[in-house]
């Protein structure tokens, strides 16, 4: 378990590395290439308060190489789900255009459809796309490989589609993800092993908010832990998204005052 003054101290550590780079770079540059106020980057710059999940990712996106990013989260944020394809050591791609561009293409459909069908080792095809997406989503698919954000392999007698090993840690990113996940969840599925679905609200204290919390990181250990065995690989595109959150953070504050 790492202390919020680890945390703290080494995304100094990183902000410096930044700002080492180049002589032209700045906090007032980081800022603007990360959108974290200025005020905020200052305050963490100087190690004042506790560092909160949005603004280090946010970060660590500009500052760091898609390996040292990946580290960074494994170490300080290991429940958060990143959107991870086949990234092994060495082989990332780094901070681009390329990059930018996927993250437009993720929160658009059919683009955002046609790239999580391309999200795992088989890829997918132009034959898959039209069938589900029709002419529309052929068309997304030839603006992915326009824009460079897909792949494109011969495989036998095959033409694949991929999707390249990249890394984000966006919030807003990913907050985009499952709302479009709500859009494509096909409602036919509930009853089969395919699909479920779940929603619960309750008013709970401390310690149980924070059991709920483990109970859920463990099931994305384990979710990620499966979908990334080689032998567990197969032809179904499978989406999971979880969420936790609070309606009313006073009393959470109030306790970290307390503490």
């Keep these: 378990m790492t202390s919020t003054g680890e945390l703290s101290d080494n995304l100094r550590n990183v902000i410096d590395r930044y700002l080492n780079g180049h002589r032209n770079r700045s906090l007032a540059t980081l800022s603007r290439a990360s959108g974290v106020s200025y005020t905020t ?31 960074f989260i494994r170490r300080y944020y290991p429940e958060i789900v990143v959107n991870v394809s086949g990234l092994q050591a060495g082989a990332f791609a780094s901070n681009s255009p390329r990059q930018e561009a996927l993250k437009a293409f993720y929160v658009r459909d059919p683009h955002n459809y046609i790239l999580n069908l391309a999200h795992n080792d088989r890829g997918t095809t132009r034959e898959t796309v039209q069938r589900i997406a029709g002419e529309r989503g052929v068309e997304a698919l030839d603006e992915l490989v326009e824009h460079e954000v897909m792949q494109v392999e011969r495989v036998g007698k095959d033409t694949i589609y991929r999707l390249p090993a990249m890394l984000s840690s966006d919030c807003d990113m990913a907050l985009a993800q499952m709302k479009l996940s709500a859009d494509h969840f096909d409602r036919s599925l509930i009853g089969t092993k395919a699909a479920r679905l779940f929603h619960a609200t309750a008013s709970i204290d401390q310690r149980t908010l924070e059991r709920i919390h483990d109970i859920l990181s463990s099931a994305i250990r384990d979710v990620i832990d499966l979908k990334d065995d080689p032998r567990n690989s197969g032809d179904i595109p499978l989406f999971v998204d979880m969420m936790m959150n609070i309606y009313d953070r006073t009393p959470l504050n109030r306790d970290r005052s307390d503490a």
């Design 41 to 71: 980057l200052r305050r963490l710059y100087q190690r004042e308060g506790n560092p909160t999940a949005e603004p280090v990712l946010k970060i660590v996106d500009v500052a760091l190489n898609n390996e040292e990013k990946l580290e």
